[in-house]
């Protein structure tokens, strides 16, 4: 899963001497949050995020005089002045998985994806990966979500499938939990059928275990914040 | 007393979905049997149906969804659409005959022959969308009937109240556009339940924003959850809405003994909803209000709740609450 299938490759950008003032319209005008910001040969020397304009403009809370004059600051601005300086990048072959891994640890929301002269290819933010994981649960189609718990051995997803194929019901997705209680596994399947009557009749017959609705989760650990 | 319509007829039961399929035609027997127990049916005006022209079910739906659905039955397929829809080659001819009693319960309606009516009609049709037959669902009733009482009726604003455990996809994407007709739903919360529509954030498209409201209700949760999202949702939603006419979606597949769902409301909780619609209706529709079969899977609860459901319609007084 290569992020050039997934980034937007349209990508709005500014350069170093852009008006601050200008590169604030962009991002409401696309409604987007981070502006990459090119050289004349399109390297990326910086991004501009929406905080970075909020900051640069002056606070709704002072006195007139003083707003004024801030707003005066704030037209004068570049692009240059504002922008974050050698952001974290990725290439176009980069994985989703590294994308979302970086995410969390660098804790940005988007990074430019160049090649490998540092040239702009395309953005990849977290509304793409989140279209990416929608897509992956398959809930955009109609279906029904179960949860099973099972144990942590070899052979339990066999058993989970054959049960519904059974039944002719196909499976819109499957998760796993991973770090669920001791020793379990939860299994989420997201089956293509309305007739959960018949899902749940067959599956405790056949032995399984269905979680309470409310006792689901899909975090390592559920309890961790009481 | 108020002139009550009940649209029933045998051959509904001819659509057939196999063995162990829950939208079963013993679940019209039990409804009959229950109301022909309760002594009700001598009082009611009954209506038979017959098949809807077919420019009124492409109102709603693509000439495409009726053709590929015939040729379906005539090739004695097992199923249309998706892998629920299991059916027999009788079963398009009913779905037409459902539809068309449907829309002669709409005429009896607005020829002041009824007061207001009930349709004991299968397949159902809430989860049928404009070309897509879904969730035991193939012509979606309730929306052609919407349809047919603004275009051969020139009603204005048609309110559609459904209350089946399951969001009505179907009937929410053929109006979500059209500020004409409100679609009101209260169903269990779409991460737990099939088809995964209806969330509260859905509210209409475009024009239509502000004519769609929908109200998740948890698993687990029963009569006090759903009285108070009624009044809270609902209510003043159709209070400024007004609408000329109300259909109601009457799933009884939210009854604790129900299989279908965790939502776990009591028989006299369906009581109490039909007896607000209905005031409801006599407050801004001047009580013009069909009700309609969709779900409801358990042969033991549904005569009861029918039968309650039907009397509050007709005015009995102990049942109005």
């Not at chain 1, 409604?31 to 050289?39: G, Y």
């Not at chain 2, 204005?156 to 209350?163: H, L, T």
């Not at chain 2, 919360?189 to 088809?195: E, L, M, R, T, V």
């Amino acid at each position: 899963m290569f992020i050039d299938k997934s980034m937007t490759k349209n990508v709005i950008s500014v350069g170093p001497d852009t008006p601050v003032s200008e590169a604030r319209e962009l991002l409401a005008k696309h409604k987007i949050r981070h502006l990459p910001v090119v050289d004349e040969e399109m390297k990326v020397i910086g991004i501009i995020t929406d905080r970075d304009i909020r900051t640069a403009l002056p606070s709704p809370f002072l006195a007139e005089d003083e707003t004024r004059r801030g707003i005066e600051r704030f037209e004068r601005l570049l692009a240059k002045d504002v922008m974050t300086r050698n952001p974290v990048t990725i290439t176009p072959f980069n994985t989703l998985e590294d994308a979302i891994l970086l995410m969390q640890k660098m804790r940005v929301g988007a990074f430019p994806v160049v090649d490998h002269e540092g040239k702009l290819k395309g953005i990849l933010s977290i509304r793409d990966l989140m279209r990416a994981f929608i897509n992956v649960l398959g809930i955009e189609e109609p279906g029904c979500l179960f949860c099973i718990v099972v144990e942590d051995k070899v052979g339990q997803m066999k058993r989970i499938v054959d049960c519904i194929t059974e039944e002719h019901i196909s499976f819109g997705s499957i998760l796993v939990a991973r770090h669920w209680e001791e020793g379990k596994r939860a299994v989420f399947p997201y089956l293509l059928t309305s007739n959960a009557a018949l899902v749940k009749r067959k599956l405790k017959s056949a032995g399984f275990e269905l979680l309470d609705p409310l006792e689901w989760t899909l975090d390592q650990n559920p309890t961790s914040d009481e | 007393m108020k002139k009550t319509g009940f649209l029933y007829d045998e051959r509904f039961l001819l659509h057939k979905t196999g063995p162990g399929h829950p939208e079963c035609p013993d679940r019209l027997e039990a409804i009959y049997k229950g109301l022909e127990e309760a002594r009700l049916l001598p009082k009611l005006v009954t209506i038979q149906a017959s098949r809807a022209k077919q420019r009124w079910v492409e109102a709603v739906h693509t000439p495409r969804h009726l053709i590929r659905f015939e040729e379906a039955c005539m090739l004695h397929l097992p199923e249309y659409g998706c892998p629920d829809n299991q059916m027999c080659p009788e079963t398009f001819d009913i779905a037409m005959l459902a539809v068309g009693g449907v829309l002669k319960m709409v005429d009896c309606l607005m020829e002041g022959k009824i007061d207001n009516g009930f349709c004991a009609v299968r397949p159902p049709g809430h989860h049928a969308e404009v070309s897509q037959a879904l969730g035991f669902c193939y012509f979606n009733n309730v929306a052609i009937a919407a349809r047919y009482c603004q275009l051969k009726w020139g009603v204005e604003k048609v309110g559609i109240v459904d209350f089946d455990v399951h969001h009505g996809n179907g009937t929410q994407h053929i109006f979500e556009q059209d500020p004409t007709v409100f679609y009101y739903s209260i169903h269990e919360h779409p991460s737990f339940s099939f088809p995964g529509t209806g969330r509260e954030f859905e509210t209409g498209t475009g024009a239509g924003e502000g004519f769609t409201l929908n109200s998740p209700v948890l698993p687990g949760q029963g009569d006090k959850e759903y009285k108070e999202i009624l009044q809270r949702d609902l209510m003043p939603a159709f209070e400024s809405f007004k609408p000329d006419v109300i259909l109601v979606s009457a799933g009884f597949d939210a009854h604790e003994d129900d299989d279908m769902s965790d939502i776990r409301l009591t028989t006299e909780c369906f009581t109490w909803i039909i007896q607000r619609i209905l005031q409801m209706a006599e407050k801004h529709s001047q009580g013009r209000l069909i009700s309609v079969l969709e779900g409801g899977y358990s042969l033991e609860r549904l005569p009861e709740l029918v039968v309650n459901h039907v009397r509050v319609l007709m005015g009995e007084a102990e049942w109005m609450g």
